[in-house]
């Protein structure tokens, strides 16, 4: 009796999107915004050095708490469009890619930086951390011999990683990424499915304000189950499966032009409403007084409607206005993942040594910006040029190369981060 093979059960299970006849050559839009999203993601790590609530690795000795309320304005539907364009992209991918070169090349694309970030970009995090804390003093050189020791006793306090002191810290996106990514496949017989392409149908033919409804009344559920910060995990997945699902949906996207204007102004309404409660109540809530049950879901409900609308706002706007290819675009869409692995580091870093010239607040955070704008590109145009360094950073080869050089080249990656895998997964 003879067995079917893995690639012929493959070949049975409905992997591929069932529009994929209707894939256009690229999205520029989502290119732009992809880049805008990880600027402001740069400049939101800047804000955090200076906020004075919220949490961060280390801080400068001006803090201000109005500037909460400047970030709040993005930090809603920031991280949201991130995983809706990672959803439309797996899109893409899967309509050219067999199931598991999807997951093999994933994994070599998310992992490998993963890996060289938790090894080589972040532990310089971890020590301007623990200096500012005043647990260490210190050299860098001999910081980093105790970090790569797994028998040194520096990190008694500092256990919370993948490994022992080894975490992911600002590069949690790659390992959630690569989880989501694994997760979908497991998902995408019944996302595929006539069943689901039905749903979007029905939907796409009702009016718009049902659908966001839906969306923010899912949102908010997810965010009453999940009442801590691990809500970003579910909140990812839930957005990167949604930009899975409308892809290149034609009425989805058209729906979403004509409804710049009250999207535009409903996120006015929803951010003045929650910019309110939060100044009038949350922020009492840092100084140990309880939230009032009431104010509490009002205002979780009005941060869900936040994450939805800004989304559709931004996507919509991108659509509208930011449709054209350039030469910039494709550099800096290339630079995104350099920049993204790099600057925390170089923002922790720049920042602690700026902070003790006491230059006041404003020329600081500008210094500062600045320095981190510029060492981010120095570094991608160094590492763009220095064909070893291109995978580790996120970028493809630019080189030719014989087949089986290329097969090698696998082979070593594969070995490279199976040991992260294992930790990973058990």
Same mark, same amino acid.
């Given at each position: ?26 999205? #520029?839009?989502?290119? *732009? &915004? ?17 906020? $004075? ?10 803090? !201000?708490? @109005? ?14 469009? %991130? ?9 893409? /991918? &899967? ?30 995090? &971890? ?35 993948? @490994? ?37 149908? +029905? &939907? ?5 304000? +049902? ?14 189950? @999940? ?15 949604? =930009? !899975? ?7 989805? *996207? ?17 951010? /003045? ?7 009038? #109540? ?15 879901? %009002? ?31 494709? #550099?800096?869409?290339?630079?995104? #993942? ?7 580091? /170089? ?34 145009? $160094? ?20 087949? @089986? ?8 990656? =594969? ?9 990973? /997964?058990?």
């Amino acid at each position: 009796m003879s067995y079917p093979s893995i690639k012929d059960v493959i070949k049975k299970v409905n992997f591929r999107p069932q529009d994929h006849s209707q894939m256009p050559q690229r999205r #520029y839009d989502l290119d *732009w &915004l992809r880049v805008i999203l990880f600027s402001l993601l740069i400049i939101h790590h800047v804000g955090m050095f200076y906020v $004075l609530n919220w949490g961060f690795h280390a801080k400068s000795q001006y803090r !201000y708490e @109005w500037l909460e309320s400047v970030l709040l304005v993005v930090e809603p539907w920031r991280m949201p469009a %991130i995983w809706f364009i990672s959803g439309v992209a797996i899109r893409f /991918i &899967l309509i050219k890619v067999t199931i598991l070169s999807f997951i093999s090349l994933r994994s070599l694309r998310l992992l490998l930086p993963l890996a060289f970030g938790i090894f080589i970009v972040v532990p310089p995090q &971890l020590y301007i951390e623990m200096t500012a804390n005043g647990d260490i003093v210190m050299d860098f050189w001999r910081f980093m011999q105790a970090f790569y020791d797994p028998q040194s006793t520096l990190f008694e306090q500092y256990q919370a990683g993948i @490994w022992p002191h080894i975490d992911v810290n600002h590069l949690w996106y790659l390992r959630s990424l690569w989880y989501y990514s694994l997760t979908l496949v497991f998902l995408l017989p019944a996302l595929n499915s006539n069943i689901i392409e039905g749903l979007k149908s +029905w &939907l796409a033919s009702r009016h718009g304000f +049902w659908t966001v409804l839906c969306l923010i009344v899912c949102v908010f559920a997810v965010q009453i189950i @999940w009442r801590n910060d691990e809500t970003r995990y579910p909140i990812g997945f839930l957005f990167l499966m949604l =930009g !899975y699902l409308v892809g290149w949906h034609t009425v989805f *996207w058209q729906k979403l032009l004509t409804a710049i204007r009250p999207l535009c102004a409903s996120f006015i309404v929803l951010c /003045i409403c929650f910019l309110i409660v939060y100044n009038l #109540y949350y922020l009492d809530m840092y100084k140990g007084i309880e939230l009032p049950h009431l104010i509490e879901a %009002i205002s979780l409900f009005t941060y869900s409607a936040l994450r939805i609308v800004g989304l559709f706002l931004v996507l919509a706007l991108s659509h509208r206005f930011l449709t054209k290819k350039t030469q910039k675009l494709a #550099y800096f869409n290339e630079a995104v #993942y350099p920049f993204y692995l790099l600057h925390q580091s /170089i923002i922790l870093v720049a920042g602690y040594y700026l902070t003790q010239l006491s230059l006041g607040a404003v020329f600081e955070s500008l210094i500062l910006l600045f320095i981190t704008t510029a060492m981010c590109f120095l570094l991608f145009e $160094l590492i763009k040029r220095i064909e070893l360094l291109r995978p580790f950073f996120g970028l493809k080869m630019q080189g030719s190369y014989p087949s @089986w050089s290329v097969s090698l080249g696998y082979i070593i990656g =594969g070995l490279l981060i199976s040991p992260l895998i294992y930790q990973l /997964i058990f």
